[in-house]
């Protein structure tokens, strides 16, 4: 079965990094774009960031360009979402996301806290 696992969030102060990793398994991770969304209690969940198979193109959310960066490693099937230059409206429960046969997939969420 198809299972993502976001770790890597925890406090960091305004102007900080971070890096999430979201292990996959369960399908051909090689083969399908990675997206990393985002979500504050009471709003709706926001893209962030995504990054194609191949990792030839990425794509980000205008509140992170230019901050936030996503990679992928297909051979431990792994994606990340390094964070520079934190700010305290990137507090959120952040989610990787698979788009396999259909279906949408989610981790469980790694909480990041930007705060001095």
């Known amino acids: 079965q198809v299972q993502l696992v976001e770790s890597g969030g925890g406090l960091a102060q305004p102007g900080g990094s971070l890096k999430l990793s979201c292990a996959a398994s369960?399908?051909?991770?090689?083969?399908?774009?990675m997206k990393w969304y985002r979500q504050v209690p009471g709003k709706e969940r926001e893209a962030v960031a995504h990054i194609t198979p191949d990792a030839y193109a990425t794509a980000y959310a205008d509140s992170v360009k230019g901050r936030f960066t996503v990679s992928r490693d297909n051979v431990k099937n792994i994606v990340y979402l390094q964070m520079d230059n934190l700010k305290p409206d990137d507090t959120a429960m952040y989610y990787c996301?698979?788009?396999?046969?259909?279906?949408?997939?989610w981790g469980q969420g790694t909480q990041v806290t930007v705060s001095s």
């Open positions: 996301n698979a788009h396999y046969l259909h279906l949408d997939y």
């Open positions: 369960g399908f051909a991770f090689s083969e399908y774009p």
